[in-house]
């Protein structure tokens, strides 16, 4: 059984930079592609990031150039850099598994296999 677990979150000003971590236990996830999704209230969840098992990366048109996704392998962990944070980015920021040598692709179009619980993003202006 995989779990995830998101940590970083917090309440930043406009224009401030945070870095979310998700660790993963229960197995290696290391042919699995990794991403980062987000919800605000009211809203469906979408596709804010994600990072192949070959290290290719794809990004919203929302948060490109502003995030960076990356993994560290050794440490089954993905990562979310994000700077220049705006109010609308303010969110509940959930880590996600594919299954198993799934592209990015097939991710988006299919929906993860497993979820974090979320960490919470407030961007105030």
């Known amino acids: 059984q995989v779990q995830l677990v998101e940590s970083g979150g917090g309440l930043v000003q406009r224009g401030s930079s945070l870095r979310l971590s998700c660790a993963a236990s229960g197995r290696s996830l290391n042919s699995n592609t990794m991403a980062w999704y987000r919800q605000t209230p009211g809203l469906e969840r979408e596709f804010v990031a994600a990072v192949h098992w070959t290290e290719s990366t794809y990004y919203a048109d929302s948060v490109k150039g502003r995030f960076t996704i990356s993994r560290d392998k050794a440490k089954n962990s993905v990562y979310l850099q994000m700077n220049n944070l705006l109010p609308e980015d303010t969110a509940v920021y959930y880590c996600?598994?594919?299954?198993?040598?799934?592209?990015?692709?097939?991710?988006?179009?299919?929906?993860?296999?497993?979820w974090g619980q979320g960490t919470q993003v407030t961007v105030s202006s």
């Open positions: 996600a598994a594919s299954a198993p040598l799934s592209s990015i692709s097939a991710m988006i179009s299919g929906g993860p296999q497993t």
